[in-house]
């Protein structure tokens, strides 16, 4: 029964919470999509204002700008602080910085009000409900798992120091230094801070309880190696380990052979499952590809727990080769890649001939909405019954394309955000995207790249709340086509597509900072 008692939180479990019990539940809380819009839209609306914060490629500014918005919220530096300093700065290339950035995060807070609320703000909320409301009266806090604090939450955190009847943090810290291993050196002065605040709001400060024992690893080896590995004096193990293996291998082909072949061992000899497994790595970037292929080749289940770029995701593809062939005018790469995607009613066979026709008659541009009348062999003295065939097969892959393209071009011109969209998902309806969706997944998940099916329906979901958020911002605000394929581009590319395990016993693929060691051995 005293368990129900217990709430655990992080930081933003706790801000709903608090919204909660004060009935300040937030409304139309934007994603990070829609903040990526919103701020490219404040970058356009200061174009002419900006001198040094201007570039060509608003996308990778919008990135920067996100960057910053973060780090000012983070750290709760204001824009009225920006503009203070700006005043004071002598360098005047740092001085134009300090006062666009300033600008631009006020204009973006302006537009953002008008409509919608930023989870970045969250703390700050907090923060401003918790002076008014003493909501952790009676409540005994217990902070774990952090190394450090950013200046948002220590905020919050004194306050709620100061409310509850007592607080209890901790830290990982060296029991046997003084304090000053760099190692450790982010949780001392994470301690130093909370010991400041204690001290400056009279709390009262308990003597630390040092944890010497270490419960962590069920292996003595692994419990030595963490206690040794970073010091200076090092006392040698007379025992030669069991549990810890060096292998020094020529490439990371051999290494993940290595592993595999130990995970095979410790399943077959050592009654292992797989989920018992985790391996763990310091970036998993380099290894896509590899892993997934020794793995497949060993036949071992496996989760990576890693993103996925959503950008080369085949609906994706589709709509980004839509608006570039409308764009550029009939680019023959972005033809051939719209085509490429699979998801047209065109088979492999028939694509094959369309795309060297192309080339061996150099189509390009506006020849693709002329018909297609050459011998798709080149020039040739004969024209055969077979030509002429494959000259009709290549002629109506071109319609299938090129008519309802250009319809979709003329009709998307003088349109607002909303009736560009409509025409987009029509235009989807009219290719018959969703049906070649299903008919890819059927193919996906009967043959043996299971889980990849699942994830093009998860794609196309994901597309079409792309549509609904970039509707919701821009609405019946007149745009360019132009315009629109870059505020949709920014909201499609914020999209983090994750991985989902495919079966329950599978070994996890994940890096030191993600990893949760739970039930693995």
């Known amino acids: 029964r005293l368990s129900k008692n217990i709430k655990a939180f992080g930081f933003s479990r706790l801000c709903r919470f608090v919204f909660e019990q004060t009935s300040n539940r937030p409304q139309n809380v934007i994603d990070s999509g829609t903040r990526a819009v919103i701020m490219n839209i404040a970058l356009e609306q200061l174009t002419e204002k900006l001198k040094l914060l201007k570039t060509k490629n608003t996308k990778s500014l919008t990135e920067i700008m996100l960057q910053t918005l973060s780090d000012c919220k983070k750290n709760s530096i204001s824009t009225d602080t920006l503009y203070e300093v700006s005043k004071n700065v002598e360098n005047e290339t740092l001085k134009t910085k300090l006062y666009e950035t300033a600008l631009i995060l006020d204009t973006f807070d302006a537009i953002l009000s008008q409509s919608y609320v930023d989870p970045l703000d969250d703390l700050t909320r907090l923060y401003n409900i918790l002076l008014e409301n003493n909501i952790f009266d009676g409540y005994t806090v217990f902070v774990d798992s952090f190394s450090g604090f950013s200046a948002q939450q220590l905020k919050a955190l004194r306050l709620i120091m100061s409310q ?127 892993i997934n292929t020794v793995f497949e080749k060993y036949e071992i289940p496996y989760f990576m727990d890693a993103h996925s770029d959503i950008e080369v995701k085949p609906v994706v593809r589709l709509v980004n080769s839509i608006f570039r062939i409308i764009l550029d005018n009939f680019e023959r790469d972005d033809v051939i890649s719209l085509l490429k995607t699979g998801l047209t009613t065109n088979s492999p066979q028939k694509i094959s001939l369309f795309e060297n026709y192309t080339y061996i008659w150099n189509i390009n541009n506006s020849a693709f909405k002329s018909e297609f009348t050459q011998n798709p062999k080149g020039f040739s003295s004969t024209f055969s019954d077979k030509d002429k065939k494959n000259l009709e097969t290549v002629e109506k892959v071109r319609k299938s394309i090129v008519e309802p393209l250009l319809d979709f071009g003329e009709s998307i011109k003088n349109k607002n955000g909303r009736e560009i969209t409509e025409l987009l998902y029509k235009l989807l309806t009219e290719l018959k995207v969703q049906d070649a969706l299903n008919n890819m997944y059927d193919e996906l998940e009967n043959g043996v790249e299971k889980g990849l099916g699942a994830e093009q329906i998860r794609v196309w979901n994901f597309l079409m709340e792309a549509f609904d958020k970039t509707v919701a911002v821009i609405g019946d605000t007149p745009v360019s086509p132009k315009r629109y394929y870059e505020l949709l581009s920014v909201q499609i590319s914020s999209i983090e597509l994750m991985q989902i395990p495919q079966t329950i016993d599978s070994v996890t693929i994940t890096t030191a900072q993600r990893v949760r060691i739970s039930k693995q051995k």
């Not at 090092?234 to 810890?244: A, G, Q, R, T, V």
């Not at 072949?261 to 399943?267: A, E, G």
Request: hydrophobic fraction near 30%; proline fraction near 4%.
């Open 164 to 290: 509850s009847d007592s607080v209890f943090v901790s830290l990982t810290l060296d029991p046997e230094s003084d304090g000053r291993e760099e190692v450790f050196a982010t949780s001392q002065s994470t301690y130093k801070t909370l010991k400041n605040i204690a001290k400056s709001d009279s709390i009262d400060i308990k003597t630390p309880v040092k944890l010497a024992e270490n419960k962590k690893f069920s292996n003595r080896e692994l419990s030595l190696l963490e206690k040794s590995v970073f010091r200076n004096n090092i006392k040698p193990d007379s025992k030669n380990p069991e549990n810890i293996i060096l292998y020094q291998a020529s490439d990371r082909y051999e290494e993940c052979e290595f592993v595999a072949r130990q995970i095979k061992h410790m399943i077959i000899d050592e009654k292992y499952l797989y989920n018992d497994i985790s391996v763990i790595c310091h970036d998993t970037e380099p290894y896509n590809g590899i």
